[in-house]
């Protein structure tokens, strides 16, 4: 017995307002995924505002499976003062268990790509958990690891004391 080959139909677009609910799922099933879904603190007013509102902070692309979201890709430009153009930063990569192995990681990274290339954009950077199997995915596509340079964050209690530190004292003016 022959059997059909199955047709799958694979699209990738830029995220709308009225998918920040498709968004907002998406990304606390990356944030099980990473053994983290209490980590997620964003609402879909969060989403709507920062990259829906008058002054977007991201962008988002949704992958599609036979019409049905199944990933997504969100990005933010970056500027770097040695290259003296505009980056951009991959935030987030996921694609659900489900629709794994179908290529459409590879096509979210090349939609992104695309975006960084019609911009001008010198770089792409993104960050991957040591643990996370992507790491070949991505290497295999040229992207590696950064050497001789660690990732730092400040967040919650300690950029709170940050903020509102005492500034150095400045030299006196005659």
């Known amino acids: ?14 995220a709308e307002i009225g998918d920040v609910d498709t968004l907002l799922s998406l990304i606390r099933d990356l944030a099980a995924f990473e053994r983290q879904p209490e980590a997620v603190k964003a609402t879909a007013e969060d989403l709507r505002q920062a990259g829906f509102g008058p002054a977007p902070r991201f962008e988002a692309l949704i992958a599609e499976l036979d019409g049905r979201p199944c990933g997504f890709a969100l990005f933010f430009e970056t500027y770097s003062t040695w290259t003296g153009r505009s980056g951009l930063f991959l935030e987030d990569l996921f694609v659900r268990d489900g629709a794994r192995r179908q290529g459409i990681g590879r096509r979210l990274l090349v939609a992104v790509a695309g975006v960084a290339e019609v911009r001008g954009c010198r770089r792409l950077d993104l960050n991957v958990l040591e643990w996370n199997p992507a790491r070949a995915f991505y290497e295999a596509l040229g992207i590696m690891p950064l050497t001789g340079w660690a990732p730092y964050r400040v967040s919650g209690v300690a950029l709170a004391a940050l903020a509102h530190a005492e500034p150095p004292l400045s030299p006196r003016r005659a």
Request: aromatic share 0%.
């Open 1 to 14: 017995m022959v059997r059909e080959p199955v047709i799958v139909t694979i699209s990738i677009r830029p």
